[in-house]
């Protein structure tokens, strides 16, 4: 493990996760456990051997763990408890980056299931009436539905439950409204998010 040779928290948690892809496999992680064909699917950029250079190097740090699953004979991957703390910086870092999605993906690679992560971090941090009844997420590709737990926002595949409203937007709008950095009527307002449903859920979610 390369060391920066400096006595100071910040210098060792770079030494785990500091080289490039290493928190971007925490965050596959963070969202549910994942094979290592999930993973590839999941890092578009990444190559196989690097990503299992990267495994190997998380796992023999303890952030991370290799477990059986099914009859036993397929290999999960799954964060250890002290691996799922990097929850709370990963999404300090996610509400940071609110000015970097402004300029919307440019052509960077999306996949749908990363808003699961990124859009209860925003809310999470500015939004404290949480309404009782889940809100779907249409982005144009599998339908998600937000909901408020006990103990914050999760964003989640549908489920079936009943759904009070469902927002039609890009995901760089979505982002945008959970940020607070674009206003819930200004994206009405230029035609870029559709409401159906009950919009005052949406807006106790997205205009707080």
Known sequence: MRSYGQYCGLARSLEVVGDRWNLL???????????????IDGLPGIATNLLADRLRDLESAGV????L??????VEYALTPWGAELREPIEGLIRWSTPLMVR??????????????????????????????????????????????????EVTAQDGRELAATVRAEP???????AGALPLGDARALGLIEIEGDE?????????
């Open 172 to 178: 760089a709008c979505i982002l945008g409204l959970a």
């Open 69 to 74: 699953t099914g009859a036993g004979s397929v």
């Open 25 to 39: 496999i925490v965050r596959q992680l963070l969202m549910a456990p994942a094979r290592y064909r999930d993973l």
């Open 104 to 153: 919307g993906p440019e052509g960077d690679a999306f996949r749908p299931e990363w808003l699961a992560l990124a859009v209860p971090a925003l809310l999470d941090a500015r939004v404290d009436v949480r309404p009782s009844t889940a809100i779907g997420l249409d982005i144009g590709g599998s339908p998600l539905q937000l909901r408020a737990t006990p103990t914050g926002f």
């Open 64 to 67: 991370l763990e290799r477990r």
């Open 200 to 208: 005052s859920v949406v807006r106790t979610v997205f205009a707080a």
